[in-house]
C-alpha cells in the first residue's frame, strides 16, 4: 500500500487504469471534462503495474480499476464517483482537492 500512498502524495486527482478498461475511460472523460487537473496511472503500461493492483485491491478496490484518488483520499471505483456526480457532490471535491478552481 506503500507504493500507491507515494503514488498519490502532492496530487489533487490520481486515477489508477488500465488502457482497456471502458469505465476507466469513461471516469477519467468526466473528471477531466471539469478541467480537473488529473494524473493518470495505466497498469498496463507502468512497469509495477501488477504490484500496484495488488495493493489497490488490498485497500479494498474491488474490481482494482478504475481507482479514483481525490486529495489523496480513495473515494472508490465508478459506482462511487458517479453516486458523488449524482449528488452533486463531485466538484466541489474536486475544488477542495485543488483539482479546479472556479
Same mark, same amino acid.
Given at each position: ?34 478541467? *480537473? ?5 495505466? %497498469?498496463?503500461?507502468? !512497469? =509495477? ?8 485491491? &488490498? ?7 478504475? *481507482? ?5 483520499? %480513495?473515494?472508490?471505483? !465508478? =459506482? ?8 452533486? &457532490? ?13
Amino acid at each position: 500500500m506503500d507504493v500507491v500512498t507515494r503514488m498519490v502524495a502532492d496530487r489533487p486527482v490520481v486515477i489508477f487504469s488500465r488502457t482497456t478498461c471502458c469505465m476507466s475511460h469513461a471516469i477519467k472523460t468526466l473528471i477531466s471534462g471539469f478541467g *480537473a487537473n488529473l494524473t493518470v496511472y495505466e %497498469l498496463d503500461e507502468i !512497469p =509495477n503495474g501488477q504490484q500496484v493492483e495488488r495493493a489497490l485491491q &488490498q485497500m479494498g478496490c474491488n474490481p482494482s480499476v478504475p *481507482a479514483v484518488f481525490i486529495g489523496q483520499q %480513495l473515494v472508490g471505483g !465508478p =459506482n462511487q464517483v458517479m453516486s458523488l456526480q449524482l449528488r452533486n &457532490q463531485l466538484v466541489p471535491l474536486l475544488i477542495r482537492a485543488g483539482a479546479i478552481w472556479i
